[in-house]
């Protein structure tokens, strides 16, 4: 039976077996811990690199070349990105440099009140479609639909509205100065970022933590893959290979702690977004690393094409997490089932 080439890649993705056979692998799959213990940290930084990889393809639509190794292009793609991370001047988010800041300070004050923020939302009708739209997700959803501003704020609530006004204004930088490669992944982009970020504010309520820093964190890391994939687009012809996917990886994680020094004011995303660039996902990791390696995992998970795969990788990390998050999971999985 002829299977597809992209999805005979998925498959040897999640097999016990090196992804690139030339070059250097990518670390084999591990054995699933057992539903009663929580997958270890060593686990999940082993698969930390298979998965990226299947995000990226998933993302960009572009099938691997699992015989090759890096090329000429390749390289030019990771100098173009640490030539621009070194670049004491460049604003990695150009979009973001005007509104960030006043946004974080409004938002993260704890004497903005419910009623300013409503006041905000209700001056921009692109906020309150925003507002009305989170509302009827699958996260707030109940059994009717909400119709109207001031029943989607009750709703709400102030992390809602942080959350939806954070949305509307940080979603465009997908889009700037987009090329063809941009403009094809930012939806798919987009769908596991809003699966990411509320995975993430899920995980920390459930532990009694900040959700919308939570959230902020998640958010930026995901934004860092616009910074990728803007290099990628000035450099036609590079393919895709394990050690060039584990790099693009790398420089993601590099790249998101570079946004988080520039967001004023700073907040707990710093130290977090730093810690898992300079030391990647280990041992000794911090809880804000390891809950945003949980929510960029099973966000990925939910967008996943084989869903019964999904379900069985996704297992270990549902039955670490409290059950808020399982319910969280259960719902954007519901939700989701359309294509994508």
Request: hydrophobic share 45%.
């Given at each position: 039976?002829h299977?597809?080439p992209m999805?005979?890649?998925?498959l040897r993705l999640f097999?016990?077996q090196?992804?690139?056979p030339?070059g250097?692998?990518?670390?084999a799959e591990?054995?699933a811990a057992?539903?009663?213990s929580?997958?270890?940290?060593?686990?999940?930084?082993?698969r930390?690199?298979?998965?990226?990889?299947?995000?990226l393809?998933?993302?960009?639509q572009?099938e691997?070349d699992?015989?090759?190794?890096?090329g000429?292009?390749?390289?030019g793609?990771l100098?173009?990105?640490?030539?621009?991370a070194?670049?004491?001047?460049?604003?990695?988010?150009p979009?973001a440099?005007?509104v960030v800041?006043?946004?974080?300070?409004r938002?993260?004050s704890e004497?903005?009140?419910?009623?300013?923020?409503v006041?905000?939302?209700s001056r921009d009708?692109?906020l309150?479609?925003e507002?009305v739209?989170m509302?009827?997700?699958?996260?707030?959803?109940?059994e009717?639909?909400v119709m109207?501003?001031?029943?989607?704020?009750q709703?709400?609530?102030v992390g809602?509205?942080?959350?939806?006004?954070?949305?509307v204004?940080?979603?465009?930088m997908?889009?700037g100065?987009s090329?063809?490669?941009?403009r094809r992944?930012?939806?798919?982009?987009?769908?596991?970022?809003e699966f990411?970020?509320?995975?993430?504010a899920?995980i920390?309520?459930s532990?009694?933590?900040?959700p919308f820093?939570?959230?902020?964190?998640a958010?930026?890391?995901?934004m860092?893959?616009?910074?990728?994939?803007?290099?990628l687009?000035a450099?036609?012809?590079?393919?895709?290979?394990?050690?060039?996917v584990?790099a693009?990886?790398?420089?993601r994680?590099r790249?998101?702690?570079?946004?988080?020094?520039?967001?004023?004011?700073?907040?707990?995303?710093?130290?977090a977004?730093?810690?898992?660039?300079q030391?990647?996902?280990g041992?000794?990791?911090?809880?804000d690393?390891?809950?945003?390696c949980?929510?960029?995992?099973?966000?990925?998970l939910l967008?996943?094409p084989n869903r019964?795969?999904?379900?069985t990788?996704?297992?270990?990390?549902?039955?670490?997490?409290?059950?808020p998050?399982r319910?969280?999971?259960d719902?954007?999985?519901?939700?989701?089932?359309?294509?994508g």
């Amino acid at each position: 039976m002829h299977v597809h080439p992209m999805k005979a890649w998925f498959l040897r993705l999640f097999a016990n077996q090196p992804v690139d056979p030339v070059g250097p692998p990518l670390p084999a799959e591990p054995p699933a811990a057992p539903a009663s213990s929580p997958p270890s940290a060593q686990t999940w930084h082993l698969r930390r690199p298979v998965l990226d990889g299947a995000l990226l393809a998933w993302m960009v639509q572009c099938e691997p070349d699992l015989a090759d190794t890096l090329g000429a292009r390749e390289q030019g793609v990771l100098q173009a990105l640490e030539a621009r991370a070194g670049d004491p001047a460049a604003n990695l988010l150009p979009r973001a440099a005007g509104v960030v800041p006043a946004l974080l300070a409004r938002l993260r004050s704890e004497s903005s009140s419910l009623g300013e923020l409503v006041e905000h939302v209700s001056r921009d009708q692109t906020l309150v479609a925003e507002v009305v739209a989170m509302a009827n997700s699958a996260f707030y959803r109940r059994e009717r639909p909400v119709m109207e501003l001031g029943h989607s704020i009750q709703m709400l609530g102030v992390g809602g509205l942080r959350a939806a006004i954070a949305r509307v204004v940080l979603k465009p930088m997908l889009d700037g100065r987009s090329g063809p490669l941009i403009r094809r992944a930012a939806p798919r982009l987009w769908k596991h970022t809003e699966f990411k970020t509320q995975l993430a504010a899920e995980i920390a309520r459930s532990q009694g933590r900040d959700p919308f820093d939570a959230y902020l964190l998640a958010l930026l890391h995901d934004m860092a893959w616009s910074v990728v994939l803007r290099e990628l687009d000035a450099v036609p012809g590079w393919r895709m290979s394990g050690p060039f996917v584990a790099a693009l990886g790398q420089w993601r994680d590099r790249l998101a702690s570079l946004i988080a020094q520039q967001w004023r004011p700073l907040g707990p995303w710093v130290p977090a977004a730093a810690e898992l660039a300079q030391q990647g996902l280990g041992a000794g990791s911090g809880p804000d690393v390891l809950n945003l390696c949980t929510a960029d995992q099973l966000a990925w998970l939910l967008c996943d094409p084989n869903r019964v795969r999904a379900r069985t990788l996704a297992e270990p990390l549902l039955a670490a997490a409290l059950p808020p998050v399982r319910a969280c999971f259960d719902e954007l999985d519901a939700a989701s089932a359309g294509p994508g």
